[in-house]
């Protein structure tokens, strides 16, 4: 099974010059080790301005801001959740509790036992 490899932005913009420069995708593809087409990919890229170090690091930059507003999202909905279970046990009576003498009947000390 083949590894899934990862490249940088500069490896990708090399091979697309390269490639613009007159070599073939095969010469090209055989000497890193890449896929024809991958390599297309980063030829369209490239020429589309998506392989720039600012395109990258702007998109970068946006899917982190669109993480955090999820998750500030998530925290303010749980606050609201905990808000609203503080306010739903404040506003609950509490079970009282039964005197022990209603439940197992008069208290008798032994002394009393005693005498009768």
Do not use: C
Request: glycine share 6%; hydrophobic share 40%; proline share 4%.
């Amino acid at each position: 099974m083949a590894k899934h490899r990862t490249h940088s932005i500069d490896f990708k913009r090399q091979v697309a010059q390269d490639y613009l420069a007159g070599e073939t995708l095969h010469g090209l593809a055989k000497r890193h080790d890449l896929s024809r087409n991958l390599i297309r990919i980063w030829v369209r890229k490239y020429e589309a301005g998506a392989l720039d170090e600012d395109t990258a690091a702007a998109e970068l930059l946006q899917e982190y801001e669109a993480r955090i507003a999820a998750l500030e999202r998530l925290v303010g909905k749980q606050a609201l959740e905990l808000d609203f279970l503080k306010g739903a046990l404040k506003h609950t009576p509490r079970p009282r509790s039964a005197p022990t003498s209603a439940i197992t009947g008069p208290v008798v000390s032994p002394s009393q036992r005693d005498a009768d």
